[in-house]
T-cell receptor
Framework: DSGVTQTPKHLITATGQRVTLRCSPRSGDLSVYWYQQSLDQGLQFLIQYYNGEERAKGNILERFSAQQFPDLHSELNLSSLELGDSALYFC???????????????FGEGSRLTVL | GQNIDQPTEMTATEGAIVQINCTYQTSGFNGLFWYQQHAGEAPTFLSYNVLDGLEEKGRFSSFLSRSKGYSYLLLKELQMKDSASYLCAVRDLNRDDKIIFGKGTRLHILP
């Protein structure tokens, strides 16, 4: 158990819909990362937050958005869903940010999204 | 930008040794991770190299050469449970703290 909690574990929805994925980082971790992993693909970096602020952005679609709340949990919002958005979405947390961040990423179990 | 390359698949025999290579090109390198990921599961941390050289941790060792943009993961005394994908990831501190993953190497262990 990494200490990172993601909900829901599985989600099935239709095209055009909107979903919210939730992540609670490990106790004491201030950084949260979101990754997308499609079938047979690597982990695609989406976005990173540190202590409530966005710090790095990857290839995140405009239909996707995220935020980190004062209690440090994070949510990833996916809207106008398309078939190609079906993937495993991972959240990971780490202690710090930048040069203060000497630790590893701890991953949650992921949220498997299926768009029909 | 970043570019991380590793072989797509490798096959090895139980009890043997295998080396998985990773080459990278980044604008601001600050460390390289290796993660193990079983199908459908979360990646789990194996190693983190910041300085050049070899770091050993049980059956697994990781090597880094920053000047060559090269790393490898060495797995000894292979076990069937080592069948998994091995992900190389680079931390880039050039203006932000992105951790970018390669596509992973799927390792098959034969009895």
């Amino acid at each position: 158990d990494s200490g990172v909690t993601q909900t829901p574990k599985h989600l099935i929805t239709a095209t055009g819909q909107r979903v919210t994925l939730r992540c609670s980082p490990r106790s004491g971790d201030l950084s949260v990362y979101w990754y997308q992993q499609s079938l047979d693909q690597g982990l695609q970096f989406l976005i990173q937050y540190y202590n409530g602020e966005e710090r790095a952005k990857g290839n995140i679609l405009e239909r996707f958005s995220a935020q980190q709340f004062p209690d440090l949990h994070s949510e990833l919002n996916l809207s106008s869903l398309e078939l190609g958005d079906s993937a495993l979405y991972f959240c990971a947390s780490s202690v710090g940010y930048g040069w203060s961040n000497t630790g590893e990423l701890f991953f949650g179990e992921g949220s498997r999204l299926t768009v029909l | 930008g970043q570019n991380i390359d590793q072989p797509t698949e490798m096959t090895a025999t139980e009890g043997a040794i295998v080396q998985i290579n990773c080459t990278y090109q980044t604008s601001g390198f600050n460390g390289l991770f290796w993660y193990q990921q079983h199908a459908g599961e979360a990646p789990t941390f194996l190693s983190y190299n910041v300085l050049d050289g070899l770091e050993e941790k049980g059956r697994f060792s990781s090597f880094l050469s920053r000047s060559k943009g090269y790393s490898y993961l060495l797995l000894k005394e292979l076990q069937m449970k080592d069948s998994a994908s091995y992900l190389c990831a680079v931390r880039d501190l050039n203006r932000d703290d992105k951790i970018i993953f390669g596509k992973g190497t799927r390792l098959h262990i034969l009895p």
